[in-house]
């Protein structure tokens, strides 16, 4: 009876970690988790800007917001391939002007192809070398430059949509 005991108690008490199994990628695990993350935020953002005011900026010193959403999507296209060991897409040129659909469309396009680009993507290689922006990076560097970068212009958008009176996304009450 006391075996029988024993054996259960260590048989519940094993339960919960079965159900919390320990990755084998943590750390592309959360890079993906970010990157899914802020790709609803920064879309929710583009959208939530009425298209009139996508030549919005604060101070002539800054970007329109047109301008910082056409950023974005270049970024991701430029420092997710090497993330993920892809070719770079070709896409049509876009300019901040272009319709908000478009600008739009192209944000969520650059998101669709980050998330492709490192669906595979493991923690095997986390020091390998790689180049985006002129400049050569760690893998793991590009990783946490794009989640900075991905940081720093929804705060941007943020500021712009409060500035218009404009909730972003992240500011409004959950349904």
Known sequence: ?????????????????????????????????NATRMEKNLVAAAEEMPADKYGYKPTPAQMTFGEIVLHVAQDNDEACPPIGGAKAPDRAKLTPTDDKTKLVARLRESFAFCEQSVAHLDDSNLAGPVSAFGQQWTRAGMMMERVDDWSDHYSQFAIYLRLNNLLPPTAKPRS
């Open 1 to 33: 009876m006391r075996i029988a005991s024993s054996v259960v108690l260590l048989a519940l008490t094993a339960l919960p970690a079965l159900g919390t199994a320990q990755s084998s990628a943590p750390a592309a695990d959360a890079f993906r988790h």
